[in-house]
T-cell receptor, first 111, second 115 residues
Framework: SQQGEEDPQALSIQEGENATMNCSYK?????LQWYRQNSGRGLVHLIL?????REKHSGRLRVTLDTSKKSSSLLITASRAADTASYFC???????????FGKGTLLTVNP | DAGITQSPRHKVTETGTPVTLRCHQT?????MYWYRQDPGHGLRLIHY???????DKGEVSDGYSVSRSKTEDFLLTLESATSSQTSVYFC??????????????FGPGTRLTVT
């Protein structure tokens, strides 16, 4: 069963706009990770946030984590057409080395 | 793709035949994983390995077996392929140093069609 659930399932924006995706999960976590998947390709790790962190930045990416609400958000600022992809959150539980992935958000950035 | 290759990249097979997919890594990472990806289901873990000859089941392991005789190779076998196993299969690897991050690095995928 999926631990993380992304919202929305699909998002369409114009180039230059910001894109926000959300992830909710059910049980306690060690860390939460975001991945990107371009069509027909494997997933690529984007950013990781640990359970004791609240916010993290990497280039145009900003991730927040609220463990009290069991939720995370991924913000992509100044979106580009090349950001068009599916984005997945994945959670690492406290007692194992397996990630549990959500079903993903399909982001389309229109030029 | 972080030194991970999968073979074959595409395969069409008939119901009832055995199929073996191979994942090969050059990163010397300890952990290896097999996932399947289907529309509406996201990524689901089939089996994983935490060392040579050490493997365990994931959430959708029925009908699949794995083997890892060397650090670099992780094989996924469909013992008797069924149409429900038509999917895209991804291999992933991860390593953990102090901090237990377990970030995963994915191969390019194998598209399997069972007719």
């Amino acid at each position: 069963s999926q631990q993380g659930e992304e919202d929305p399932q699909a998002l369409s924006i114009q180039e230059g706009e910001n894109a926000t995706m959300n992830c909710s999960y059910k049980t306690s976590i060690n860390n939460l990770q975001w991945y990107r998947q371009n069509s027909g390709r494997g997933l690529v790790h984007l950013i990781l946030i640990r359970s004791n962190e609240r916010e993290k930045h990497s280039g145009r990416l900003r991730v927040t984590l609220d463990t009290s609400k069991k939720s995370s958000s991924l913000l992509i600022t100044a979106s580009r057409a090349a950001d068009t992809a599916s984005y997945f959150c994945a959670t690492l539980g406290g007692s194992n080395y397996k990630l549990t992935f959500g079903k993903g958000t399909l982001l389309t950035v229109n030029p | 793709d972080a030194g991970i290759t999968q073979s074959p990249r595409h395969k069409v097979t008939e119901t009832g035949t055995p199929v073996t997919l191979r994942c090969h890594q050059t990163e010397n990472h300890r952990y290896m994983y097999w996932y399947r990806q289907d529309p509406g289901h996201g990524l689901r873990l089939i089996h994983y390995s935490y060392g040579v000859k050490d493997t365990d089941k994931g959430e959708v392991s029925d009908g699949y077996s794995v083997s890892r005789s060397k650090t670099e190779d992780f094989l996924l076998t469909l013992e008797s392929a069924t149409s429900s196993q038509t999917s895209v299969y991804f291999c992933a690897i991860s390593e953990s140093v102090a901090g237990a991050s377990y970030e995963q690095y994915f191969g390019p995928g194998t598209r399997l069609t069972v007719t």
